[in-house]
């Protein structure tokens, strides 16, 4: 850890020279990210490490029409995202762009959450902005109008790529909200989000297209209007409830949409589409379960038996999606793509020896921690485990770790937090994960015995 940070500042010692673009260090260096920005040059990067920001400063930030990315340390990295994080704790939206940013205008890697505005409780692209908003996590961000997640409206053309939005909400659109814009959507997970109308997305006099894409457990999934244009590909639209997945709405003007390549729950019949509208409807769609696993970044993964897996529109090389998975082993996206959302590929995966010391676990016990021992495999060094990112079943983060020297580490996990986590049973299968600071993965498994009070009792009393 130690020589880790002594080399990030070499390296900044070295190459922040005023003639190239610099590094922006949030809090380190400006006590918030809006300071950053605004010392901020075309091509600077404003790093924001892992921590959790609030306050002025720290919402409602705005590029000022600056071609400069706002990013984690690491957004490729699904934990460094996780941990850094912008808290708008219910008082203003994370991000507004008001200033004709363009393409080069980067929003990645963050986590926003607790954002609300009028449009878009995360970010709001008003007025011809097209910045880029890439691997972040809009998540329990609301809106009175329109887009939870992201609005964008006056001409706007965001390009929203890898991003996962969830549980946000607004009166129309859940996730994201399009008046007279054209939003590129890719590669983006939309769950849980719910409106009025359209819960993952809400398209009114717009151009919008959603490529490989997963909709699932939002209140509807897309909806257009006032002669809106919706292209649809490679995406999966599933259990989204009451629905209906696709509303093509003659209010405001006739409208239309393409689908294509996609697994619409109930299929062309599901499809609401109101007189004058078009639906175009290609054969390549398919009506059936895509079978939804959980894996180590937690749902929406695809089963082996998935028929969703290389239905897609072209190859996964030709998508840019060939160091993307759909699958829990994280194996790449081979062939033609697979539909549906597509989680980054862990770099690599490093074998590991995971012991739980206690080879029974009660759910209900006094004793605090579950304790673990982690052995990589030679070669590897503990000291490299980033300790945050550490989890059980891959969702319980460690609550202390210790890092060894050797191969060898431990950590311990509340207790208080395996019900609902781990099943009771005999032979319970208990998953350690956790990233190292080159990126790659460790995983690495033991087999417990789970019991929980009651029948600990009647095995007592026996
Ligand atoms: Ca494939
Ligand atoms: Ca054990």
Redesign the pocket.
């Known amino acids: 850890m130690k020589n880790r940070i002594l080399t990030t500042f070499t390296l900044i010692g070295l190459f922040a020279a005023p003639a190239f673009s610099a590094e922006r260090l949030v809090p380190l260096v400006y006590e918030n990210i809006q300071a950053a920005i605004d010392a901020s040059n075309e091509g600077d990067v404003v790093l924001v490490a892992p921590g959790t920001y609030t306050g002025p400063g720290n919402r409602n930030i705005d590029l000022k029409g600056k071609a400069i990315t706002v990013q984690s340390n690491n957004p490729a990295d699904p934990q460094t995202v996780a941990t850094t994080i912008i808290d708008c704790e219910g008082l203003a939206g994370a991000f507004v762009l008001r200033t004709g940013e363009g393409a080069d205008s980067k929003i990645a890697g963050l986590t926003i959450t607790n954002g609300k505005a009028f449009l878009g409780g995360g970010i709001y692209c008003q007025i011809s902005t097209s910045p880029t908003i890439e691997e972040c996590v809009i998540t329990k961000c609301a809106a009175n109008l329109g887009g939870g997640a992201l609005a964008c409206g006056g001409g706007s053309a965001p390009t929203i790529v890898n991003c996962t939005m969830s549980g946000n909400s607004a009166f129309m659109g859940g996730a994201i909200y399009s008046n007279a814009s054209s939003p590129s959507i890719s590669n983006c997970l939309l769950v849980g989000n719910t409106a009025n109308t359209g819960g993952g997305v809400y398209c009114t006099v717009s151009s919008c297209t959603v490529n490989s894409c997963t909709f699932s457990a939002n209140s509807s999934g897309i909806y257009s209007s006032n002669q809106a244009d919706v292209t649809i590909k490679d995406s999966i639209l599933w259990a989204d409830t009451p629905g209906p997945e696709l509303f093509v709405s003659k209010s405001g003007g006739i409208s239309m949409m393409v689908v294509s390549f996609c697994d619409v729950q109930g299929g062309k019949q599901a499809v609401v589409v109101e007189q004058g509208c078009i639906l175009s409807w290609g054969y390549s769609n398919i009506n059936t379960d895509p079978v939804f696993e959980s894996g180590p970044l937690g749902g929406y993964y695809l089963a082996q038996t998935s028929y969703c897996?290389?239905a897609?529109s072209a190859?996964?090389a030709a998508l840019g999606l060939d160091q993307f998975t759909?699958s829990k082993e994280g194996n790449p996206?081979?062939?033609?793509?697979?539909m549906g959302y597509h989680r980054r590929c862990p770099r690599k995966t490093i074998a590991a020896t995971i012991d739980i010391k206690q080879d029974i676990v009660d759910l209900a016990a006094k004793a605090p921690w579950l304790m673990c021992a982690i052995e990589l495999a030679s070669g590897y060094n503990a000291s490299d485990i980033l300790p945050e990112t550490i989890r059980l079943q891959g969702e319980i983060a460690a609550e202390k770790v210790w890092l060894g020297q050797s191969g060898s580490a431990k950590a311990r996990f509340s207790r208080s937090r395996l019900r609902g986590v781990l099943d009771v049973g005999s032979e319970v299968q208990v998953t350690v994960t956790g990233t190292l600071v080159d990126g790659s993965m460790f995983m690495g498994t033991d087999v417990v015995q789970v019991v929980d009070e009651a029948q600990l009792t009647q095995n007592g009393k026996k």
């Open positions: 897996i290389d897609g190859t996964a759909t996206d081979a062939g033609i793509v697979d």
